[in-house]
Every structure is written in structure tokens, then in C-alpha cells.
């Protein structure tokens, strides 16, 4: 069985029986993508490539979170990360990437944080930088003030 490059869907080979569990975790990975989840997270999170998609915030924190993208990431990944609780919200690289906002890129395996109740960005993995030859995390859109470090 094969594996689609950007969602990890499986594709069951030709003829083969029992598509039922690969089509059943498809419609997962496919449900997380599409389906606009808001998930609330109060500890650190190491975020998955099938919450491709989801809207993560930090709704009910007590203290800092901290998001951890995925070690090998592939194009196309997408995630927003909101600020509810008074709380630090840190967005963590990780495999050696970068996250970079216009022409200010964090160190590798860098951050974007922020601790203003409302704040939102939302980033997108563009895959290897011909720049600097390191995967990079591309802010798509922000608001409020967020820090890169």
C-alpha cells in the first residue's frame, strides 16, 4: 500500500481487499483537513500532520502553551494558533526548520509567540527554502503582535 505525499492518505494497491481501515483513517485525515476543527489545547502540544487545517487555541490554559510543529513536515501543512487565555502561546519549529514572517526568520528551530488576548497567525509549511536550504514555516496571515525568535 502507498502513501499520498501531502496528507499521507493510503492508497490501498489495486484488487487488494479490506479497504475499509485505510478508507476509514482517510476520512479521518481528510475530516481534520477540511472539517475547520477548533482545538482547544491547555499543556504543550506536539502538533500532527493530519491536524492539517485545525484552528488550535489556548481556551482554558492556566500558563504557557507551546505548539510543536512536525518534525518532518511536508508542503502544503497548515495551521492557525489563537491566543484566548492570558498566556503565553508559543509556536516551537522543530527538525531544523525555520518560521519566517516577510523578510524576519526565526533561528532554526525557532518560535513565534504571543501572549495578547485575540492574537492570531496562521502558518504554512512551504517545504525546503531555496535561500537558506532549510524547511520553512511561512506566516500567511497575523494579527495582533507576535514575536520571532
Not at 479490506?18 to 482547544?40: A, K, R, S
Not at 492556566?62 to 489563537?82: N, Q
Amino acid at each position: 500500500m502507498s502513501i499520498t505525499p501531502n496528507l499521507g492518505l493510503a492508497l490501498p494497491s489495486h484488487g487488494s481487499t479490506n479497504w475499509d481501515l485505510p478508507l476509514n483513517g482517510n476520512f479521518t485525515i481528510l475530516d481534520g483537513v477540511v472539517g475547520g476543527n477548533v482545538i482547544p489545547r491547555t499543556i504543550n502540544y506536539s502538533v500532527l500532520a493530519n491536524n492539517s487545517g485545525a484552528f488550535f487555541t489556548n481556551t482554558g490554559a492556566v500558563g504557557e502553551v507551546d505548539f510543536i510543529l512536525p518534525i518532518s513536515p511536508t508542503s502544503g501543512l497548515k495551521f492557525s494558533f489563537c491566543v484566548d487565555a492570558l498566556f503565553l502561546v508559543k509556536v516551537i519549529a522543530t527538525g531544523g526548520a525555520k518560521i519566517r514572517y516577510l523578510n524576519i526568520a526565526s533561528g532554526v528551530n525557532g518560535n513565534i509567540a504571543s501572549s495578547s488576548q485575540g492574537n492570531i497567525v496562521s502558518i504554512i509549511c512551504i517545504g525546503v527554502s531555496s535561500t537558506d536550504s532549510v524547511i520553512e514555516w511561512l506566516v500567511s496571515s497575523m494579527t495582533g503582535a507576535w514575536v520571532i525568535t
